[in-house]
């Protein structure tokens, strides 16, 4: 594992351990090296295009890391955060954004009821060396019917880890609608990205729990 942990360092995770060692050491200065540093926009986004869209409460931020995508809900949103980095949901917690926050494996079976979400927001999570389509099917378990879910996915994984059979499938056995995709630059300033990744794109996925 590098000393200073980077978008390379998280691209290239394999397993759980792999990403909790990663996180362990990057939790403490992930918003200003990451967030704040390369101008990364997709929290925003995310949150845009969920009130937008006429998410409700309360809403799950999967995947939430520090916070960074509760800082642009409006203040007082009912919002639970859950991760798998315990130093990550230790960062978010001091941010007093989320009512409560769950340390979980994505790649498990979440010891959350059924339709227990109006809504679903993640940015970030389902990429390279992170997660991919095997966690939809849970996530939508716990979803409300008619909660709404907006996710980004990185457009090199959204066939390679699955994810559009797995929406497909899901879209033909009438729990979800056929996701909406738009493609959209990861960081705000391509000069300030991580070097080789100005240019970088990302899928803002929308789909409502049927």
Same mark, same amino acid.
């Given at each position: 594992?590098?000393?200073?942990?980077?978008?390379?360092?998280?691209? &290239?995770?394999?397993?759980?351990?792999?990403?909790?060692?990663?996180?362990?050491?990057?939790?403490?200065?992930?918003?200003?090296?990451?967030?704040?540093?390369?101008?990364? $926009?997709?929290?925003?986004?995310?949150?845009?295009?969920?009130?937008?869209?006429?998410?409700?409460?309360?809403?799950?931020?999967?995947?939430?890391?520090?916070?960074?995508?509760?800082?642009?809900?409006?203040?007082?949103?009912?919002?639970?955060?859950?991760?798998?980095?315990?130093?990550?949901?230790?960062?978010?917690?001091?941010?007093?954004?989320? $009512?409560?926050?769950?340390?979980?494996?994505?790649?498990?079976?979440? &010891?959350?009821?059924?339709?227990?979400?109006?809504?679903?927001?993640?940015?970030?999570?389902?990429?390279?060396?992170?997660?991919? &389509?095997?966690?939809?099917?849970?996530?939508?378990?716990?979803?409300?019917?008619?909660? $709404?879910?907006?996710?980004?996915?990185?457009?090199?994984?959204?066939?390679?880890?699955?994810?559009?059979?797995?929406?497909?499938?899901?879209?033909?056995?009438?729990?979800?609608?056929?996701?909406?995709? &738009?493609?959209?630059?990861?960081?705000?300033?391509?000069?300030?990205?991580?070097?080789?990744?100005?240019?970088?794109?990302?899928?803002?996925?929308?789909?409502? $729990?049927?």
């Amino acid at each position: 594992m590098p000393d200073d942990p980077d978008l390379e360092s998280a691209y &290239a995770l394999e397993t759980a351990e792999d990403n909790l060692r990663l996180y362990r050491t990057w939790a403490r200065t992930y918003d200003t090296d990451f967030v704040e540093a390369t101008t990364y $926009r997709f929290p925003e986004i995310v949150v845009r295009t969920y009130l937008e869209s006429g998410g409700g409460e309360p809403c799950l931020d999967v995947g939430c890391g520090t916070g960074a995508l509760a800082e642009h809900f409006p203040d007082g949103t009912v919002l639970d955060g859950l991760d798998l980095s315990p130093e990550m949901l230790d960062v978010a917690r001091g941010k007093g954004r989320y $009512r409560t926050l769950i340390e979980a494996n994505l790649k498990e079976p979440l &010891a959350i009821p059924n339709a227990s979400y109006a809504g679903l927001v993640s940015s970030g999570t389902f990429t390279h060396g992170h997660v991919g &389509a095997e966690a939809v099917l849970e996530l939508v378990r716990i979803l409300a019917p008619g909660a $709404r879910a907006v996710i980004t996915v990185r457009p090199q994984v959204w066939m390679a880890m699955g994810f559009e059979p797995c929406f497909e499938a899901l879209a033909s056995d009438g729990l979800v609608t056929p996701p909406h995709l &738009a493609e959209e630059l990861v960081y705000a300033d391509p000069e300030r990205a991580p070097e080789g990744h100005g240019q970088d794109t990302g899928y803002i996925v929308t789909f409502r $729990r049927l």
